[in-house]
């Protein structure tokens, strides 16, 4: 899904991940904290309060919690428009309550808090908003209107004007800040979430793709034999049928239709095989598998193949694992997007590692984006300057986070920078020459050269489809 696509998703349906009977015990543990506080107030503390009338006012919540249980069904999900109605009668609820015993001269006033940090975690911006002036409001009233506690004397227990303000000041900071926060980390979370689905939907796909590929091989090796058979018969039949022109233009159909079908199962063996010999590979072949997409594209794309300086070994021989040809694919596919008109492809290994640097000579990653490569949808904070670099191309987000997933579940670790050009003798305020990223396995996460060697390959193995 793109990541517009899924903004507009997850705005409109972020209160739908709500159930009734989630705020329902919500309600229930307040009014039993209520009770609990009121009577503690009376019997304990021998406070003087409006009790008759706050009794009532909890009799409120609890009706609403029947009518909750008796009219909706307990899987019942709440729509955007019921759980801002269900959060704004709690809010009144206890803004009643609170103004019936003390106003913001009641250390429980904090719990207007709670109301408005559900809304940020589960309701669209304007409703959270909405939520949280109502609790601003709610605040301030009961700041300036209440009804008074009183002790045993009849004292009027009232906290310092200054006290008072500083209370006031405290809940709306405490309120705007909690909302904040954890409507950004609910968000981050939830984009993560999503982000982490598409990779697993993208690996899924990679690897079904693999396994056609093998059943497409396997079907071309079963069928070359009486394809072949069927060509060679034609051929003899051609040669006989030469004085019977009717027969001939058969005959020719024949051998023509089998030079058909060879070619169609050549050419779709080529997404891959699933033959076990062909399950490992020499580390060039799977680079260049990755890029046969994006080879034809208009654009150059060079490969550099060789040892690390110094290292005098064979080329490795790794699996050809879905995870690695989908994410260097990726990669590709983007250096290709934003080339001028090359990139290159370069491929070197040591004694313990293996690395793939790939470059383009484009414009270079966008500077406002380049610490947070990786994370899903940083197209959302990009810079005009760098959609003018970058026209007609809604950003890296996604796309750039399933290759750096895929990659680093394969134990590879990845570093995104931007080239300078040549003669300039710093980055700080200059163009760049275009985006690098490198893709560095350590050798061991890879396949061991010594068991691909050594090791029996054994059957085939049917795919089951």
């Not at 269900?86 to 309550?97: I, N, P, T």
């Not at 908003?129 to 009849?154: C, E, H, K, N, Q």
Request: net charge negative.
């Amino acid at each position: 899904m793109p990541a517009t696509g899924f903004q507009l998703f997850k705005d409109q349906q972020r209160s739908n991940w709500v159930r009734m009977r989630t705020l329902v015990a919500l309600r229930w543990f307040a009014i039993v904290g209520q009770i609990a506080a009121i009577f503690v107030a009376v019997q304990v503390l021998d406070l003087q309060l409006e009790v008759g009338l706050a009794t009532l006012v909890i009799m409120v919540s609890v009706i609403a919690n029947l009518v909750s249980i008796y009219v909706y069904p307990e899987n019942k999900r709440l729509s955007e428009t019921e759980a801002t109605l269900w959060l704004v009668f709690d809010l009144a609820q206890l803004g009643l309550l609170l103004f019936l015993t003390g106003g913001l001269n009641n250390p429980f006033a904090m719990l207007l808090l709670a109301p408005v940090t559900i809304a940020a975690t589960v309701l669209r911006l304007i409703n959270t908003v909405f939520l949280g002036l109502t609790a601003v409001t709610i605040t301030t009233a009961i700041s300036r209107y209440s009804l008074p506690i009183t002790d045993a004397d009849g004292v009027v227990l009232l906290l310092p004007a200054l006290f008072q303000f500083g209370f006031w000041a405290a809940v709306l900071i405490s309120l705007v800040f909690l909302s904040l926060y954890a409507r950004q980390v609910t968000t981050e979370m939830h984009a993560m979430g999503e982000a982490l689905l598409a990779t697993q939907h993208a690996l899924s796909r990679e690897q079904k793709l693999t396994d056609l590929g093998g059943v497409i091989a396997a079907a071309a090796h079963e069928l070359g034999t009486p394809l072949a058979t069927i060509k060679l018969v034609s051929s003899e039949l051609m040669e006989e049928l030469e004085n019977h022109p009717e027969l001939l233009e058969d005959a020719q159909l024949i051998g023509a239709q089998a030079d058909r079908c060879r070619d169609i199962l050549q050419s779709m063996g080529r997404a891959g095989k699933d033959d076990l010999m062909l399950r490992k590979a020499p580390v060039e072949a799977v680079v260049r598998e990755a890029a046969e997409p994006h080879l034809h594209r208009g654009k150059s794309v060079a490969f550099q193949i060789a040892p690390a300086e110094g290292a005098r070994l064979n080329q490795p021989v790794i699996s050809r694992r879905p995870e690695i040809i989908h994410g260097l694919r990726n990669l590709i596919q983007n250096a290709v997007d934003f080339s001028k008109s090359e990139v290159t492809v370069a491929l070197s290994w040591t004694q313990d590692q293996i690395t793939v640097q790939i470059s383009d000579d484009g414009n270079g990653f966008p500077q406002s984006v380049l610490g947070r490569i990786g994370d899903p949808y940083v197209r959302r904070r990009r810079l005009s300057e760098d959609v003018a670099n970058r026209p007609g191309y809604e950003g890296m987000g996604l796309g750039l986070f399933i290759a750096k997933t895929l990659l680093e579940r394969s134990g590879a670790k990845l570093a995104f920078s931007n080239r300078r050009r040549h003669g300039h003798a710093s980055w700080t305020g200059h163009p760049t020459g275009g985006a690098i990223v490198e893709v560095i396995w350590p050798r061991n996460a890879l396949l061991d050269d010594a068991d691909w060697n050594s090791a029996p390959l054994g059957e085939n193995q049917k795919f089951d489809l």
